[in-house]
C-alpha cells in the first residue's frame, strides 16, 4: 500500500493508484445455435470458438491485433481441449500473443468469463479483451468408465501375467458409454426435474409458460426479420439462424405437449419440451475494452458493463430450488449499485426453462420471499412484462450453455445503445450446482 | 472456381500439337500482374505521326520501358503503340496501319496493341469523324487477328484532352500491362484531363477506404483482394446469410465486415455510419453484389423479376443517392469514385436472363447518367465481365460452359482477378478523365460485339 493514493503518472491504472475506468462493451459476435447432434454435429467446440471469434474479428477489423486477455469456456469439454480458448485463439487471425484463458461456472461461464474481464479493464490491467463460451453436446465427451478401469490397471501392470489377468477382466458390457447428462451430481436429479419442483412450489401455471415460451419465439423471430441479429450473428455451417426458432409456433401447438419433467406430479406436471430449452450447440464472443482503446481504433461504444454478482444455493440439504440463485444476487447487486428493480430500461432473464424466469419473477414480488430469504424490508416486486427478453431468449434460440451469457450480453448492449445513452439493463443467468450471475449494463 | 481443363491440355505438347491439327481453338495461359514484374516483356514500339506518339514514347522512357520509335525485322515487341490523334481523312489511317500490320507477327504472347485516337463525336467534320471511327474498326478487327493471349485495344481522347493527360496516361499503363489480361477490343474514354497518376503504380489506392458489395465469394470476393493488394482498406458487405465467407475474405485482407441486405431502405446510411465510424472517410464503393434468376419471360415470375431488379439496379441507386447527398460532410471524399457490375448480357442480352440483362444494362445508363453528377473530380463506371470461371458458370451444363468460354478472341474464360484488375484501375485516380463509361472484360466476346 502506498501512502500516496496520488497516481504517480497521468493516466495510470487503477491498481497503480489511477482512477477506475468504464470497461465498455463495443460489440458481440456468435454462431447461430444449433439443436444437438443436428446441423453442428461434426464440429466439435473448438472449431465453433474459433468460428464465433473469427467472425468477431472480422466484424471489427482485429486482424493481427493483439487483445489484452480473452477468456472464455464450456461447460462440456474433452480432457484434451484443456486450453481450448488459447488454441482457439491461435486458430483466429488474431495476434498469437494473445494470452487466453479457461472458466468454468456451468451455465454462467459466459458471465463470469464477461464480468471477469470487464473487471481488469476497470482496473487498468487490460485494455481489451474477449469473454465468451461455446457448447457442443453433439462433441461431449462420452466416458466408458467400467472399461477405463480395466485399461488403466493393463497400463499399470509390470509382468505379462498382470497384463493377461487386467486384460481378461475385459467385458463387451463395459463399452457402454456414460454420456455427460445435467445430473445433478449430489441430488441424482436433472436439471428439469428440480426446476419442476420449484415450478410447481410457486404455482406457475402451464399456461403461463406456454405464454412465455410463445413470446420468445415471436421476439426472436420479429427481431431477426427487422435485422436485429444482423451484426450479432455471423452464420456457420449449414445455418443461417438457430434452428431451434420456431417462428410459426402457436399456443394450440405448445399445448400439445406432454409434460417432460416432473411427471411424479401427474396432473400437475406443467413443464413440456416447448417450454424448456433443448440442448443445444454455439459459441458467442463478446468484445471488451476501455474507451480510449475503443476510440482508437474508431470502435462502437454500445455499453457499460456496470457490475456483476454470483450467488449460490443451498439446494441439496436446503430447501431452495436449484435455478433460484439470481433472484438473490439481483437483491445484493441493486443494494450494491442502489438501484430497484424497475428502474431497468431491459430485463434479460435467461430462460433455461419458462418455469425459471417466472418462478423468480413471482418470488422478487412475494414478501415472505423478499424478507426471509433476501433479508430486505419490501418485496422487489413486479417488472413491466413489455421489458422482458424483447428480442427473444434461450426458449428461442436455445442454450449451448456456456455460450448464452455471451450472446445475451452482446444483444443487451446494442438493445441499450440504441434505447440511448443513461438508459439500463438487468442480466440474470442461472446455472448448475446452485449458481447464478446477474450483471447490469448501461446503454451509450 | 470450374478448372478450364481444355486449357491445360492444349498447353501439354502433344495437347497442342492435337489442337493444331484438328484446328482447334489454342488458348494459351494468359500473363496475369504479378506486383513488381516488368509492365511489358520485350520492347515497346511506339508508331504514329502526331503529337501523342512522342508523348507516349517520353512517357514509356520514363516508365524504363526499352522504346523503338522504327520498326525491325529482327525485332520481337511486347507491346506496339499506334497514335492515330492527327488524322483528318481515311486516307490517313494508311501509312500507320499498314506499318502495325507489318510488325504483327512480332508481337509476343500476350502482346499489346494499344491505338490511340480522338473522340470521333468531338469533330463535326465528316472526314475527321470517319478517319477516327475507322480507327474503332481497325482496333476491333485487329484484336480479333491476336493470337497467343496478345489484345489490342484504344484509347479515346476528348477533343481538348491532351495526349499527356493523367487519364490517357494511366488508360495507356492499363492496356500495356498484365492488369488488361482479358480486356480485347475495347476502348477507353478519356474525356478530361482530370486525375493523377499514383505514387507508386504498384500500390495506386494507397491509403483508401473500399466498399465491396457482395464481398463474400467469386468476383467480389477478388474485387476485395486486388483493391487490397493495390493498398486500399476493404470494407466488405454482403448478405448477414453469407456473413461466414465474408468474415474469410476480410480476415485474410485485415479489412471489416458489413453484414448488411443492400435492398434495406437505410442500406447505403448504414455503409456510410460504419464508414464514417471506423475509418472517418469513404473514398470507392464497389457495386458488385448480384443475383439472377434465370427463367425464360414467359415462365417468369413476379418475385423472380422483382428481386432481380431490387438488388442489381434500385439498391444501386438508392445507395448513389445517400452517398452523392453525404458527399462534402467529411466522410466521402470529394473525389468518389464508384464501380458498378454490368454484364454482356446487358448488352447483347441472353436467353433466360430478360430480368438479369434489363438489370444490367439498367446499370450502364445509371453511371452515364450519374457521371455529370459526381463532384469535386469524382468519377462512376462499370464494368461488364463477359464469361468469367466463378462458381456459378462452374453450375452450367458442360456443353454451354465449353462453347460459352471459348466464344472470344482469346478462346478462354476469364477469372474474377480480370474483372477485379478492371474495377481497380478504373477506381483509381489514373482514371480520373474517365466517367460515365462502361469497360467489358470479356476477352472480344462475340456476345454483343
Partial sequence: ?????????????????????????????????????????????????????????????????????????????????????????????????TPAREVQIACATGMEAIGGL??????????????????????????????????????????????????????????APEAPGTEEPRTGLSMGEHQARTTHRWG????????????????????????????????????????????????EKLATLKPAFGRDLGEEATMTAGNSTPLTDGASAVLLGSEAWAAERGLPMLADFVDFETAAVDFVDGDEGLLMAPAYAVARLLQRQGLALQDFDYY?????????????????????????????????????????????????????????GGRITASLAKMLHEKGPGSLGLISVCAAGGQGIVAILRGR | ???????????????????????????????????????????????????????????????????????????????????FDDVGTPADLSSTALQLGSVQRQLGPSGRVVTLFKDPAGTPDPAVRAARKGVEGLTRSLAHEMRQGATANGIVLGEDVPPGAPG????????????????????????????????????????????VTGAARGIGAAIAGILHRDGATIVGVDVPAAGEGLADVVNALSGSALQLDITAPDAGERILAHCRERHGRLDIVVHNAGITRDRKLANMDAAQWDSVIAVNIESQLAMNRAFLAATGDGVVAPGLRIASLASTSGIAGNA?????????????????????????????????????????????????????RRMNSLSQGGRPVDVAEAVSFLVSDAAGGTSGATLRVCGQGIMGA
Fill in chain 1, 1 to 97: 500500500m502506498t501512502e500516496n493514493p496520488q497516481p504517480q503518472t497521468p493516466g495510470a491504472a487503477a491498481v497503480a493508484g489511477g482512477a477506475l475506468r468504464q470497461a465498455v462493451v463495443i460489440g458481440g459476435n456468435r454462431t447461430p445455435f444449433a439443436r444437438s447432434h443436428g446441423a453442428y454435429a461434426s464440429a466439435g467446440n473448438k472449431d465453433l470458438l474459433t468460428a464465433a471469434l473469427n467472425g468477431l474479428v472480422a466484424r471489427f477489423g482485429l486482424q493481427g491485433e493483439r487483445i489484452g486477455e480473452v477468456a472464455a469456456g464450456a461447460v462440456l469439454k474433452h480432457s484434451r481441449d484443456f486450453n481450448l480458448t488459447r488454441e482457439s485463439v491461435l486458430g483466429t487471425v488474431l495476434d498469437p500473443s
Fill in chain 1, 118 to 175: 470487464a473487471n481488469k479493464i476497470r482496473l487498468g490491467q487490460l485494455d481489451s479483451a474477449i469473454g465468451g463460451g461455446v457448447d457442443s453436446i453433439s462433441d461431449a465427451p462420452i466416458v466408458f468408465n467400467d472399461a477405463r478401469s480395466v485399461l488403466m490397471d493393463l497400463n499399470r501392470a509390470r509382468t505379462t501375467r498382470d497384463r493377461i489377468r487386467a486384460a481378461l477382466r475385459f467385458r463387451p458390457g463395459h463399452l
Fill in chain 1, 204 to 251: 406457475i401455471t402451464r399456461q403461463a409458460q406456454d405464454e412465455l415460451a410463445l413470446a420468445s419465439h415471436h421476439n426472436m423471430a420479429a427481431a431477426y426479420e427487422r435485422g436485429f441479429f444482423d451484426d450479432l450473428l455471423t452464420p456457420f455451417g449449414t445455418l443461417t439462424r438457430d434452428n431451434n426458432l420456431r417462428a410459426d409456433t402457436t399456443l
Fill in chain 1, 348 to 404: 434479460e432473464i435467461h430462460e433455461a426453462f419458462a418455469g425459471t424466469v417466472l418462478a423468480t419473477l413471482k418470488a422478487w414480488e412475494d414478501e415472505s420471499f423478499c424478507r426471509e430469504r433476501l433479508g430486505l424490508h419490501a418485496p422487489l416486486g413486479p417488472i413491466d412484462r413489455s421489458r422482458l427478453n424483447v428480442n427473444g431468449s434461450s426458449l428461442a434460440a436455445g442454450h449451448p450453455f456456456a455460450a448464452t
Fill in chain 2, 1 to 83: 472456381m470450374s478448372t478450364d481443363s481444355y486449357t491445360a491440355l492444349v498447353n501439354q505438347p502433344l495437347g497442342r500439337t492435337l489442337a493444331k491439327a484438328l484446328g482447334l481453338p489454342q488458348p494459351v495461359t494468359l500473363r496475369r500482374h504479378a506486383p513488381g514484374a516488368p509492365l511489358v516483356e520485350g520492347s515497346v514500339l511506339v508508331i504514329g505521326g502526331g503529337p501523342a506518339a512522342d508523348r507516349v514514347a517520353e512517357q514509356l522512357l520514363d516508365w524504363g520501358q526499352d522504346v523503338r520509335r522504327h520498326p525491325a525485322a529482327q525485332d520481337r515487341y511486347g507491346a506496339i503503340v499506334a497514335a
Fill in chain 2, 168 to 211: 490517357a496516361i494511366g488508360a495507356l499503363r492499363f492496356l500495356l500491362s498484365a492488369r488488361s489480361a482479358f480486356v480485347s477490343g475495347q476502348f477507353i474514354p478519356v474525356s478530361s484531363a482530370d486525375g493523377a497518376a499514383p505514387r507508386d503504380w504498384d500500390r495506386p489506392l494507397a491509403g483508401r477506404i473500399a466498399v
Fill in chain 2, 352 to 404: 433466360g436472363q430478360t430480368n438479369y440483362a434489363a438489370s444490367k444494362a439498367a446499370v450502364i445508363g445509371m453511371v452515364s447518367a450519374t457521371a455529370p453528377l459526381m463532384t469535386g473530380g469524382g468519377t462512376i463506371n462499370a464494368v461488364a465481365p463477359g464469361f468469367i470461371e466463378t462458381e456459378m458458370t462452374a453450375r452450367m451444363p458442360f456443353l454451354t460452359r465449353e462453347v460459352a
